[in-house]
């Protein structure tokens, strides 16, 4: 990212170039919004709808301190920044460090636990700068420490905790000679370190390196469990475990240390059943067996204080509460409750003192406190055709294709008691026309005119069959093909790729116009090159949807649409197809009087970062350029004012945002 900057000016809205439409209409509510779109059950009182229509964010569920989304897209564009625009919520991001540790602490407390528990944010969650210094903070009182899984990782995480050497660090990820010795280092300057071992070679190199530095190590191991997670991140554990020790691996790491009289080092059991667990009995299972190992090494005189239990906990992202894979059957107490009770249970059965519990769930810390807001840019859309009230006349000597006439005459004959048999002839006759133009038998024009009298016959039937109390089964996926496609300004790549890479779902609603009555529905295209740059799938309480409800609009007017709970693994995981590249960022936070002010600003790339990332040199481009300018001017192509205006906006370009700066995007 480029520059950062810092703001504390008022939260006022920039003004609007058209006027405003109403904030509410008769027979709609924001109740009916809020509804529909789901914002209560996925926005777990973080997120809800204002009076006006707007979007609103509750960082501390307090519904007397909100920011409305709508209000701080003005005040960044008043402040010259546009969309598309990344809003990190620093005081919702600590409410979710609150949230974890206090149903922790509440389950001790509940069932009696006589360990300790202490969060750990992996690093690799969310990497960005800003992220980790308020994990870190916000962590202070809560005992939260960080996890850092590979070296570039390990050396920010030293340089951010100087001022807190006690807190714990976990260092994951495979590991090479000069890793290892970072965590000796780390060691000898004070900090709570613990390298959990991946392999049986990082174990000879902790004990070289902390051996050469005079140090004592503090050891964990991550084992390789039998039971697996559930979902997509499933085979995070059982045979086929990216990462882990065997049984037999773990035994021979104690009998190593054992041999040297180190058995006291080995302190930490770790696991990773996967991320987003779905299923709370993937969790009992894994946490049993887990603690079992642990009991076991304990008994066996290993130093054992620490049980990590890796990541895992879920977000819902759908709001439906169920084992939907992205969504989870459970509520963080009972999570929290289950892993303390199946714990305690089964060191009291081996009488085993009760472990220090770490939690590594970084994805249920961070993903709910960033929003991306975009604009859309334009509509196609399919039943935006007409059909003329007469075939035109055929040529001299010639007859209209027939299928155009028979498509024709479907049309004019559409009714709810054909209504399938209808779709079908429309389908064949459609079909028909194609075969026909593609071996030379049809014109251009009456292709275009089967075109346009197809699709407003497909909009006629769905329309008939909305009407009807139980529509025909065959005409399901009629909505979807007709569906709008928005064209928005993002990069699916840059800013939400695990839509791309693993069909993610994240909510997707407007941010602003909820108090009226969306009329179409749609899918959304992004800005890049590339047919995957889109979403398609879309929550729903049921099901998936083909299609997100969002309100017409006319070209050059605001709409703006939100994807939220996009706080975990967006922003590193984003690339840079066709060279878009990041967004700007804003951490907005609430002051000691409820009202919301931008903390920082860090700003997206501009055109001439992402070109340096791929190692263009700006300085010959630019040279080019003015060098083909002078040429044309001697060639009489241009004047020497009009060369002089290319390369100032080629200038200017080259220092502009990477996404679209129209002006009707004010």
Not at 400 to 418: A, C, G, K, Q
Not at 593 to 622: M, N, P, T
């Amino acid at each position: 990212m480029a520059d950062t900057l810092t703001e504390t000016a008022s939260s006022a809205p920039a003004p609007r170039t058209k006027p405003a439409r109403a904030a509410t209409e008769p027979g709609w509510s924001v109740e009916e919004s809020a509804s529909l779109y789901s914002i209560r059950n996925w926005g777990k009182g973080f997120f809800d709808v204002n009076p006006a229509g707007h979007v609103v964010v509750r960082p501390t569920r307090n519904p007397g301190v909100e920011v409305d989304l709508y209000e701080v897209v003005a005040g960044m564009r008043e402040r010259g920044f546009r969309t598309p625009l990344l809003i990190h919520f620093s005081d919702l991001l600590r409410q979710r460090l609150v949230d974890i540790a206090e149903a922790f602490r509440g389950a001790i407390l509940e069932h009696g636990y006589r360990g300790d528990y202490q969060g750990v944010f992996p690093v690799k969650v969310n990497q960005q700068r800003r992220v980790v210094e308020e994990v870190r903070d916000a962590g202070k009182s809560l005992g939260f420490g960080l996890e850092a899984g590979s070296k570039p990782e390990l050396l920010a995480v030293m340089g951010m905790t100087s001022e807190t050497p006690d807190r714990l660090i976990i260092c994951n990820g495979f590991k090479e000679e000069r890793y290892i010795e970072f965590t000796a280092l780390a060691k000898k300057l004070g900090r709570n370190i613990i390298p959990v071992i991946e392999n049986i070679a990082e174990l000879k190199l902790i004990l070289r390196f902390y051996e050469q530095h005079g140090v004592r190590p503090t050891i964990g191991v991550r084992i390789n469990l039998a039971a697996q997670g559930a979902g997509r991140w499933r085979h995070s554990s059982g045979m086929k475990a990216k990462f882990g020790l065997s049984i037999n691996e773990v035994l021979e790491v104690l009998s190593i240390l054992r041999s040297r009289g180190m058995e006291d080092c080995l302190q930490l059991l770790h696991c990773h059943m996967g991320s987003q667990i779905h299923d709370i009995r993937q969790v009992n299972q894994g946490i049993n067996e887990l603690a079992r190992i642990y009991t076991q090494l304990a008994k066996a005189g290993a130093g054992m204080r620490y049980l990590d239990i890796g990541g895992g906990l879920g977000i819902d992202y759908d709001g439906s509460q169920t084992s939907f894979e992205f969504s989870m059957n459970y509520t963080l107490q009972e999570y929290a409750s289950n892993v303390v009770y199946k714990i305690m249970t089964v060191c009291d059965e081996e009488g085993v003192k009760h472990p220090t519990i770490v939690s590594e769930s970084g994805r249920a810390m961070v993903a709910q406190q960033s929003v991306l807001i975009f604009d859309v840019l334009g509509a196609n859309r399919l039943d935006r055709f007409t059909v003329p009230a007469q075939l035109p006349a055929p040529a001299k000597g010639e007859e209209l294709p027939r299928p155009l006439v028979d498509i024709y005459d479907v049309h004019r004959t559409i009714s709810e008691r054909r209504l399938v048999e209808n779709y079908n002839d429309l389908l064949e006759d459609r079909d028909e026309a194609l075969r026909l133009f593609s071996v030379g038998l049809m014109s251009l024009e009456h292709r275009a005119l089967v075109d346009s009298i197809f699709w407003a016959s497909c909009a006629k039937v769905r329309d008939i069959a909305r009407s009807m109390s139980r529509p025909p089964e065959e005409l399901g996926d009629l909505e979807s093909a007709l569906s709008d496609t928005y064209f928005c300004n993002l990069s699916i790549f840059q800013s939400l790729p695990d839509i791309w890479a693993i069909n993610q779902l994240f909510p997707i609603a407007p941010i602003h116009r909820l108090g009226e009555r969306p009329t179409r529905k749609a899918t959304i295209a992004d800005l890049t090159c590339d047919s995957d740059g889109k979403v398609d799938r879309f929550v729903d309480d049921h099901d998936v949807k083909k299609w997100i409800e969002v309100h017409d609009f006319e070209d050059g007017e605001e709409y703006l649409l939100g994807a939220f709970l996009v706080g975990a693994y967006q922003e590193t995981l984003g690339d840079l197809h066709n060279l878009f590249g990041d967004t700007h960022v804003a951490h907005v936070k609430i002051d000691e009087q409820g009202e919301w002010w931008i903390d920082e600003v860090i700003e997206g790339d501009a055109v001439r970062d992402v070109l340096s990332y791929v190692h263009y040199d700006l300085s010959k481009l630019f040279g080019d350029i003015r060098r083909e300018c002078e040429k044309a001017v001697v060639n009489k192509q241009m004047t020497v004012a009009e060369s002089q205006g290319l390369l100032k906006a080629y200038e200017a370009g080259l220092s502009g945002y990477t996404y679209l700066e129209t002006e009707n995007l004010r």
